[in-house]
Nanobody, 122 residues
């Protein structure tokens, strides 16, 4: 099992920036990819961005492409997401996740963090 701890959430005005961090520990060698997901009140959890540990290949949801950047520090077992030009509709609880398969399907992420709240005011 991989343990994940997110940090960096908070309140920001529209147009502002935040950087979320996710530190992984435990059986990190079993994870080939990391992802960020978010869930807004009354909505289903959705994919935001993902990255492969070995290659650094990245994937983004259309709604955040060009505004969010996911990155990883293999030495620290830490993944980041830099969120710029934030909008009120980005308000959600953001979750970090890890998985052993080479797909970005939500069901293939098997370890999840506790989530961190991001609130964007208009």
């Amino acid at each position: 099992q991989v343990q994940l701890v997110e940090s960096g959430g908070g309140l920001v005005q529209a147009g502002g920036s935040l950087r979320l961090s996710c530190a992984a520990s435990g059986r990190t060698f079993s994870s080939v990819k990391m992802g960020w997901f978010r869930q807004a009140p009354g909505k289903e959890r959705e994919f935001v961005a993902g990255i492969f540990w070995s290659t650094g290949l990245t994937y983004y949801a259309g709604s955040v492409k060009g505004r969010f950047t996911i990155s990883r520090d293999n030495a620290k077992n830490t993944v980041y997401v830099q969120m710029n030009s934030l909008k009120p509709e980005d308000t959600a609880v953001y979750y970090c996740a890890a998985g052993p398969k080479a797909t970005m399907s939500q069901t293939d992420f098997t370890s999840w963090g506790q989530g961190t709240q991001v609130t964007v005011s208009s």
